[in-house]
């Protein structure tokens, strides 16, 4: 029984082994040459001003991104979803639960919409 897992447990250790290897290897044969200017942060061409845990910062544009892939990704469902409309014994119920899924998410973005996920600013 335990043999027929003995192909996944060798690709698992090659793989893990692989990813320590890349590791280790990247540390002895990185340059090592550390300075002050070169272990100093750097924002945007300029030097930091301030304190970086005392800044405050809007996530709208990722909150929009996280929700352009949900939706988006959710849509790639509808794709199998109109392949098997096509078979007549099961497309009364296939229609009924695409028309739920489709309420689901049409509820989802009204939510985020009344919230304000969509506002640039």
Same mark, same amino acid.
């Given at each position: 029984m335990l043999t027929s897992y003995l192909a996944v447990l060798i690709m698992t250790?090659?793989?893990?082994?692989?990813? %320590?290897?890349?590791? !280790?290897?990247?540390? !002895?044969?990185?340059?090592?040459?550390?300075?002050?200017? =070169?272990?100093?942060?750097?924002?945007?061409?300029?030097?930091? !001003?301030?304190?970086?845990? =005392?800044?405050?910062?809007? %996530?709208?544009y990722f909150v929009i991104a996280i929700l352009f892939i949900v939706f988006d990704v959710e849509t790639l469902f509808l794709f199998p979803w109109a392949a098997l409309l096509t078979d007549k014994?099961?497309? %009364?119920?296939?229609? %009924?639960?695409m028309i739920v899924f489709v309420a689901i998410l049409a509820i989802g973005l009204i939510y985020a919409w009344v919230k304000g996920a969509l506002e640039w600013v």
């Open positions: 250790g090659f793989a893990g082994f692989m990813g %320590v290897m890349s590791l !280790v290897m990247s540390t !002895v044969m990185r340059p090592r040459n550390p300075y002050r200017e =070169k272990l100093s942060p750097w924002e945007c061409g300029m030097e930091p !001003v301030g304190e970086a845990n =005392k800044g405050h910062f809007r %996530v709208h014994s099961l497309s %009364v119920f296939i229609f %009924v639960e």
